[in-house]
């Protein structure tokens, strides 16, 4: 069965630091696997994706991810945080052998204290 | 690209009252699209995934008879809150996707519906 778990409901990082929200999945086959960030009263925008070309994904607003096979890992970073930042964050996976199957995580609440 | 448009965005309305939730893809052609509802401070509830001209497929304890669900074309899909009473009020999202595996989903702004 695949799933997906977001490390951390709620994280805090002072405005200039480092962002970093954890993402695990669970899969015998490596999955695709997707960060949306969310605002209040909004729907989900997709921030970036890793579809099996390169490891390291660079994705909008300065966020990158890395996969990382042997830790089933797709933790998103970003080095310097922006009020702005301040959002939930999903991670989701979809399944690369089966059909319209997508898993979100449980999302992490992102503070950015000035 | 991949733009999702929902409308309307905020909806209020008295007991009783069916309400309608239009979902269209407005720069690619969907195979498939989903309706999430969300409770406040929580993570997305699946509640159905529809492609263009089938039924809809509801997630368990989702009744098909209370949100209707009509995938008329490749570009649009309604969710018709049938009845709604004060339980049913909460965000609900739609998404939209041009495929299946590395195809991500585009989501639309969402719907607040308030039933009073």
């Known amino acids: 069965a695949q799933s997906v778990t977001q490390l951390g409901s709620h994280v805090s990082v002072s405005e200039g630091a480092l962002v970093l929200l954890r993402c695990n999945y669970s899969s015998s086959v490596p999955p695709y696997l997707f960060w949306y960030v969310q605002y209040p009263n909004q729907g989900l925008q997709l921030l970036l994706k890793?579809?099996?070309?390169?490891?390291l994904v660079k994705g909008i607003n300065g966020f990158e991810a890395e996969f990382k096979k042997s830790e089933t890992s797709f933790h998103l970073t970003k080095p310097s945080a922006h009020m702005s930042d301040a959002a939930e964050y999903f991670c989701a996976v979809s399944p690369a052998n089966t059909g319209n199957q997508f898993y979100f995580g449980t999302g992490t609440s992102l503070t950015v204290i000035p | 690209g991949a733009v999702v448009s929902q409308h309307p965005s905020w909806v209020i309305c008295k007991s009783g009252t069916s309400v309608k939730i239009e979902c269209r893809s407005l720069d690619f052609q969907a195979t498939t699209m989903f309706w999430y509802r969300q409770f406040p401070k929580q993570s997305l509830m699946l509640m159905a995934t529809?492609?263009?001209?089938?039924?809809?497929?509801?997630e368990q304890g989702v009744e098909k008879d209370k949100f209707l669900i009509n995938h008329a074309s490749l570009t649009l899909s309604t969710l018709t809150v049938t009845s709604a009473h004060p339980e049913d009020s909460s965000f609900y999202i739609c998404s939209a996707r041009r495929g299946v595996g590395n195809q991500p989903q585009h989501f639309g702004d969402g719907t607040r519906l308030s039933i009073l």
């Open positions: 529809s492609n263009e001209g089938s039924k809809a497929t509801y």
């Open positions: 890793y579809t099996s070309a390169a490891t």
